[in-house]
């Protein structure tokens, strides 16, 4: 089944990642640039995921995960390989409108985490709907040779533009003539 590409707004979004190895680095990783509020919990830590934590002044404890840590959580990622923790968190979840991640556990996932371009503001999600993973890094890869190195400044241009013209048809006609312009 595929999955619909919704893209949400993280920013300040209270974000649990339960685990401290390699995968929650790489969560870890795919999330500071949308700006959530994070928390790690973990026994234990990778020295790679301790280092990003520290960097980044993210609040971490080194203890088990307690049920209650979903209280007052927007979103967690269970990062850990212990099947039975991603089913009883996913579980737990359902009623408190809470979305979760299981890493590798489709079945207890409200959304999956693609490969993604960002460019400022400009993002680009890929996903396989989680079947083919290193497809999508491929693919990523090949549409960021592919972009413009000035992609940046070319939204901004035209976003200035955009912002000065009174909304209508016009308006989006003249912002599709400069987009084909700025591309050719």
Partial sequence: MALFPMFIDIKNKKVLIVGGGMVALRKIEKLIPFDPDLKVISIDF?????????????????????FSDLDNVDIVIVAVD??????????KTRDKNILVNSVDSPDYCDFIFPAYVKRGEIVIGITTSGNLPGLSAKLRKHIEKTLPENLEEIFEQI???REKLPKGEERQKKILQLIDKLFE
């Fill in 159 to 161: 976003k200035r533009v």
């Fill in 46 to 66: 990778h020295p790679e995921t301790y280092k990003i934590i520290k960097e980044n002044s993210i609040p971490y404890e080194k203890r088990a995960f307690s």
């Fill in 82 to 91: 212990d099947i039975d923790l991603q089913r009883e968190i996913f579980e």
